[in-house]
């Protein structure tokens, strides 16, 4: 994979992420985790786990990593949207920004080039998956569906009530971007 994009102002990198980047970001994860109903998981992962995911997710896709002075700040990557050969041509995507490093353009980088690298695979659909408060809480807020709406997404459905985290019930919303042409010769 060619990837080596840099922003000068925050100097900032976008690269492959690496088995060793794991640390940081499971630690990026866990804040999350812990602290907020953006990750609907309870548990944080331990390092074994996050590894297999990794692994799992580089068979396949891409999985790359923002950096600044070397730390990890933000990783972003695409998986299997669903299991089965005729959705082959959609891909999930995930996003995580550290939290002190908000707002300096870390998740657009990270997204561009993730959508650069999906296209030659093939992808013609990136999906995310968002939960969403019915007004914004101490755990969630509508921060992250107004990223993906700014940077092209389109909300295209809504479970309503379906994640209980915190004592509370969270929608989730599915969101869409046509990143590739289709085309009947596959």
């Known amino acids: ?102 707002r300096l353009g870390i998740g657009k980088m990270l997204y561009n080039e993730l959508e650069r690298l999906l296209i030659p695979l093939g992808i013609t659909n990136l999906y995310a998956c968002i939960g969403v408060p019915s007004e914004d809480d101490g755990y969630l807020t509508h921060n992250s569906i107004d990223f993906h709406e700014h940077i092209g997404f389109k909300q295209v459905g809504v479970f309503h009530n379906c994640g209980y985290k915190f004592d509370r019930w969270y929608d989730m919303v599915w969101a869409e971007k046509i990143i590739g042409e289709y085309t009947t010769k596959r």
């Open 1 to 102: 994979m060619n990837i080596m994009i840099t922003n000068t102002e925050n100097d900032i990198k976008i690269v492959p992420a690496v088995p060793t980047d794991i640390p940081e970001m499971l630690e990026i994860y866990a804040y999350y985790v812990k602290n907020t109903a953006i990750s609907f998981e309870y548990d944080v992962p331990d390092e074994a786990e996050f590894m297999r995911r990794f692994v799992t997710v580089n068979e396949k896709y891409p999985f790359l990593a923002a950096k600044h002075d070397g730390k990890v700040v933000g990783y972003a990557y695409a998986h299997e949207f669903i299991a089965r050969e005729a959705y082959r041509f959609s891909a999930e995507s995930t996003i995580y920004i550290d939290r002190e490093h908000h």
